[in-house]
């Protein structure tokens, strides 16, 4: 199984100042046949279910933000907000769908 | 407009059964990629189970062999056969449509699973 870690477990964060996350896997999530990360990320607000943020990595969902940006590659992935609002408080999860089980990480919560 | 609705949840004594079922509406259950994913109290996303519209279908190794999931073209819906409930499997219970890839597109509400004498 892949397991998915996050960085950090929590973080606090000014408004209007950059949040970042960190996701790594414990093997490779990179198909190299289509050069596609297998890797998205989620934002769940309380009380609501998850929402696509982004997905392949750093393809943002439509209606998202362009202040919600991913990158990375292989391992080690990142989901930097630009400039935090009030309602980007939430919790983020990064998850793998490279193969079953489709592992989530452990979630990382962003404040103000 | 694309929805999906989880019904089925509830107090089930250890040991017990329960089915959890996923109403959807906007698009076709079968033809698409279908996923239970479940969230235990104060805790994070947990995967389930996937049902691909081959009919292939995934577990967690957590509830393989207690756990079906399965889809019911007449009524559009999405299901989970829960047996053999152990209190570890209480958690809110969403259904998530994935694309042809699995990352989950569209999630419902939840359903709350309590496994408790």
């Known amino acids: 199984d892949i397991v998915m870690t996050q960085s950090p477990d929590s973080l606090a964060v000014s408004l209007g100042e950059r949040a970042t996350v960190n996701c790594k896997s414990s093997?490779?999530?990179?198909?190299?046949?289509?050069?596609?990360?297998?890797l998205a990320w989620y934002q769940q607000k309380p009380g609501q279910p998850p929402k696509l943020l982004i997905y392949?990595?750093?393809t943002r969902e439509s209606g998202v933000p362009d202040r919600f940006s991913g990158s990375g590659s292989g391992t080690d992935f990142t989901l930097t907000i630009s400039s935090l609002q009030s309602e980007d408080v939430a919790v983020y999860y990064c998850?793998?769908?490279?193969?079953?089980?489709?592992?989530f990480g452990p979630g990382t919560k962003v404040d103000i | 407009e694309v929805q999906l609705v989880e019904s089925g949840g509830g107090l089930i004594q250890p040991g017990g059964s329960l089915r959890l079922s996923c109403a959807a509406s906007?698009?076709?259950?079968?033809?698409?990629?279908m996923n239970w994913v479940r969230q235990a109290p104060g805790k994070g996303l947990e995967w389930v189970s996937v049902?691909?519209?081959?009919?292939?279908?995934y577990y967690a190794d957590s509830v393989k062999g207690r756990f079906t999931i399965s889809t019911d073209n007449s009524e559009n819906t999405l299901s989970l056969q829960m047996n053999s409930l152990r209190a570890e499997d209480t958690a809110l219970y969403y259904c998530?449509?994935?694309?042809?890839?699995?990352?989950?597109?569209?999630w419902g509400q939840g359903t709350l699973v309590t496994v408790s004498s």
């Open positions: 906007g698009f076709t259950v079968s033809s698409n990629t």
């Open positions: 392949w990595a750093s």
């Open positions: 998530a449509r994935g694309d042809d890839y699995n990352f989950f597109l569209v």
């Open positions: 093997q490779s999530i990179l198909n190299r046949s289509n050069n596609k990360n297998y």
């Open positions: 049902i691909y519209r081959s009919g292939d279908t």
């Open positions: 998850q793998q769908y490279y193969s079953a089980p489709f592992t």
